[in-house]
Nanobody, 115 residues
Framework: QVQLVESGGGLVQAGGSLRISCVAS????????MGWYRQAPGKQRELLAT????????FADYSVKGRFTISRDNAKNTVYLQMNSLKPEDTAVYYC????????WGQGTLVTVSS
């Protein structure tokens, strides 16, 4: 059973940047698509972006395209999300998982963007 641990969230002013990480307890190389999801207050969890084992990326949410970058390090079982030009509407708990979801959800990491 793979465990996912997200970290790196925090409070940042609008226009700022954060890089969040997701470390898996064992190899995620078999998960062809890994993704970052987020759940804003009062909303459903949504898929933001995915990355293949080979590094090909796709953005499901066009509101973050051009501002966010997803990457992965297969050797470290880690997926990253670099977030630039953050906006208050990016405030949410961020999670990683495969796409489609096949792992138990981690606790997520809270990102709060102040105006």
């Amino acid at each position: 059973q793979v465990q996912l641990v997200e970290s790196g969230g925090g409070l940042v002013q609008a226009g700022g940047s954060l890089r969040i990480s997701c470390v898996a307890s064992r190899s995620i190389f078999g998960a062809r698509f890994m993704g970052w999801y987020r759940q804003a207050p009062g909303k459903q969890r949504e898929l933001l972006a995915t990355i293949t084992t080979g590094g090909r990326t796709n953005f499901a949410d066009y509101s973050v395209k051009g501002r966010f970058t997803i990457s992965r390090d297969n050797a470290k079982n880690t997926v990253y999300l670099q977030m630039n030009s953050l906006k208050p509407e990016d405030t949410a708990v961020y999670y990683c998982n495969s796409d489609p979801v096949s792992f138990t959800w981690g606790q997520g990491t809270l990102v709060t963007v102040s105006s």
